[in-house]
């Protein structure tokens, strides 16, 4: 509903009756319903905040073939280019693509306007299109899910400066850190 009152022309949810478990099975998903489609700029987030993986975005891409730009901190659209700068440790890049292209973000990439009370009265008169979809067959299979182990419990050697002797014997002896 916010992306359309910030202007997108409209709104497809996929809906599907699992949980996918293979970033490949949405990726197919979501590259069936944009073939065909008219578009310059697919925007993807870096990762997904539900299992961590950073793939969805580029196998879209791969899938649609067409360039995929990941991380990026800023776009500029025009020309029919996309020009993207990407951080890296010590400085940045930056790329350049051809039209249409997907685009993965940071999460800082931008900070989205306020919509306005008529825009988001506006939004609310706007269909949003529910398509049931099949998932593809996943390619893997969650087999198990374990917690990590218990932390061993902290120890308290003491306050201030005469704990220091004690805490780099600890550090030496029984962590093996120094």
Known sequence: MKALALGADRAVHLKSDKIPEDPG????????????????VLLFGKKGVDDDNQQVGQMVAELLRIPCVTQIVKL?????????????????ITVEATLPAAFTAEKDLTVPRYASLRELVAARKKPIVV????????????VSIQNPPPRPPGKIVGKGVDAVPTLVRLLHEEAKVI
Not at 31 to 37: D, R
Not at 76 to 92: L, T
């Open 25 to 40: 099975s949405i990726a197919r998903a979501l590259a069936n319903e944009l073939k065909g489609l008219e578009f310059d």
């Open 76 to 92: 500029d659209v025009s020309d029919g280019k996309g020009v993207a700068q990407r951080e890296v440790e010590g400085g940045s």
């Open 131 to 142: 398509k049931d979809v099949q998932l593809p067959m996943s390619a893997i299979e969650i």
